[in-house]
């Protein structure tokens, strides 16, 4: 089993964002699930905070979604197309905030919604297409839904 980044078959924008960020060593868990998700075989994982779990499932996710990447700025080029849904608006700032250091050399979009506050801005950045959504709960999924474009 591999434990260096540098030895995983991650698609080059991707390798380069890690490298940037200074990851050389894989944790356990992203040691033992980056390779399995890669070839697309589902994990169910469990590990203690700051263990890598954000990087353990997104990297796959991101390396599996740049088939579709593209430079379009049309919104239907960018549907939905994960759906990552975290316990708390805390916890979905923080995972959106590395997917998008993750994915800064692609053309994949993200976005975290959050229930309770002004819906016209995460309206219109949803209208303009992100692969990648992040609410933060089931209940805040099922009060945005009916009010998204797609």
Not at 1 to 10: G, P, V, W
Not at 35 to 46: F, H, N, R, S
Not at 110 to 128: C, I, N, W
């Amino acid at each position: 089993m591999t434990t260096s980044f540098s030895n995983l078959s991650l698609a080059e924008p991707l390798a380069r964002a890690v490298a940037e960020m200074g990851y050389e060593s894989m944790t356990p868990i992203q040691a033992q699930a980056i390779p399995v998700v890669l070839t697309g075989q589902d994990v169910m994982g469990a590990a203690q905070t700051g263990t890598g779990k954000t990087a353990a499932f997104s990297l796959p996710l991101l390396h599996r979604l740049l088939k579709h990447e593209n430079s379009s700025t049309s919104p239907a080029r960018h549907p939905v197309r994960a759906l990552v849904l975290l316990p708390t608006r805390e916890l979905a700032d923080q995972v959106a905030e590395q997917i998008k250091l993750y994915a800064k050399y692609t053309q994949l979009r993200s976005t975290v919604v959050f229930g309770g506050m002004d819906m016209k801005p995460q309206t219109a950045e949803l209208k303009r297409g992100v692969e990648v959504l992040l609410p933060p709960r089931v209940g805040c999924w099922t009060t945005l839904k009916p009010r998204m474009p797609f």
